[in-house]
């Protein structure tokens, strides 16, 4: 991947700090990257988490889910090698999407 992967990373953290999403959860060996980016964009530290792994991340998006309630709205973005569809996956048979 190299240094480009990793600016290109950066570049998603500090878009997601300017577009004003309220909590980000990064998965993944360049996860800190976009935490990173977020962070230089000014994007407050106790609105980051970062995971090593998917199962991680739905339980943080659960937690989360719990808190913020009906109608929330959440991202899940990342590639294809990074299986991220499965965090949907697992959320939609909890039922917590229809």
């Known amino acids: 991947m190299g240094t480009s992967a990793e600016s290109g990373h950066r ?15 990064s998965v993944g060996k360049l996860a800190e990257e976009i935490a990173q980016g977020a962070r230089l964009a ?35 973005k990342g590639s294809r090698g990074m299986k991220m569809e499965e965090i949907t996956l697992n959320l939609e048979r909890l039922g917590i999407f229809t």
């Not at 500090?14 to 959860?25: C, F, P």
């Not at 090593?52 to 719990?66: N, V, W």
């Open 11 to 25: 570049e998603v953290g500090r878009t997601l700090a300017e577009l004003g999403v309220n909590v980000l959860i």
């Open 42 to 76: 000014g994007y407050s530290e106790d609105k980051i988490v970062v995971t090593a792994t998917r199962e991680q991340a739905i339980t943080k998006a659960l937690d989360l889910l719990g808190q913020f309630g009906p109608g929330t709205w959440v991202l899940i």
